[in-house]
């Protein structure tokens, strides 16, 4: 894996987008490319398909949630995606940050928390995004089917949210009982 | 080769018709697992041949409800999953056990979360609880025997408040009425 601090596509994203507006981390080897959320689609389909990046490969989506986190972070809900790329044998990661407009609690939409899916770049984005979307809310434009993928359709929350009580708001008392005479 | 042969073939024997039974069943509990995790790897290894819980005559596993007298609850229950759970509960036919093994069956162990059921006896009829995380197959054993225990003090019917487990209700008193036949039925003459 190539993931010296000067990773080859650093340079590339930064030629082919002048004008946009991109930052960059390294930590431990790994490459981060922290896009806005406007530009994610595009610049994701440029890794795919420039001839020096052919990132032909979505290891993973996830979500993280920077509420309370001790560091200043450009948004509260952060989405990265772990790229490789099996022809020129590199891993890079995209980052892109999220600012709720809605109270976090509920389930309630948000339209702030919606950022353009990737499944027609990778189809194989489809079920990673829908596990980001069923922790935490956040909900992907154009996913052919975003449902919930783990939990089930009526859960009355995202519990990955760090606003979320760990042990839940009854979701596991609040069940039908069956006793000894049940057939 | 057993008592048999200690015994005069021509003798007759008194007992119980409720302890024959209860012979029987406590002899031949047929469980079906519902391992969900690191117990159901201990459940495996006592019926496997070094524990050996054939001994006990429960070392037939039904995966089928319909097959099964005692249902071994081994391991953390999701709430998504309770429903099926309880679906294979109400599948299975009297007169049937259940045994809660390990600490996540029981309490949920150390799985305090949203998404797990905090002891299956919240939701389901438990018989015995096994501890242990996982038990061995020991602790497992001793289960078993003492669902044996409690087929031993049933009674047949068993009696609802004071005993094991509820009258067998859809047994005394069928829900439906048998349609009349069209047609005799009987065995072809000649």
Partial sequence: MTTTPDHPTFARVKESFPDKKFRATEFRGDSTLVVEPGDLHEVMQFLKDDESCKYDFLSDVIGVDYLNYPAKMPGRFGVVYILCSYERDLRFYVKTFLDPSVPTEGIEEDPALVIDSVTDIWAGAEWTEREVFDMFGIRFKGHPDLRRILLWEDYPGHPLRKDYPVKGRGEREMYKVVDRTDA | ?190
């Fill in chain 2, 1 to 190: 080769m057993g008592i048999e042969t200690a015994l005069p073939t021509d003798i007759v024997l008194t007992t119980q018709l409720q302890r024959v039974i209860n012979w029987a069943r406590r002899s031949s509990i047929w469980p079906i697992p519902f391992a969900t995790a690191c117990c159901g790897i201990e459940l495996m290894a006592t019926a496997s041949s070094r524990y050996d819980l054939a001994r006990f005559g429960a070392e037939v596993m039904r995966f089928s409800p319909r097959q099964s007298d005692l249902l071994i609850v081994a391991g953390r229950v999701s709430v998504k999953m309770m429903p099926v759970l309880q679906r294979i509960y109400q599948q299975m036919t009297e007169p049937r056990w259940v045994l809660s093994m390990g600490a996540c069956a029981s309490t949920g162990g150390v799985f305090d979360t949203y998404a797990v059921v905090q002891g299956v006896d919240q939701f389901i009829p438990v018989d015995v609880y096994v501890p242990g995380c996982p038990p061995r197959p020991e602790q497992l054993i001793e289960g078993v025997m003492a669902i044996q225990r409690i087929i031993d003090e049933d009674g047949i019917p068993p009696i609802g408040p004071g005993g094991k487990r509820a009258p067998l209700g859809i047994a005394i008193d069928p829900s439906h009425a048998p349609a009349p036949q069209p047609v005799g039925v009987g065995l072809p003459k000649g």
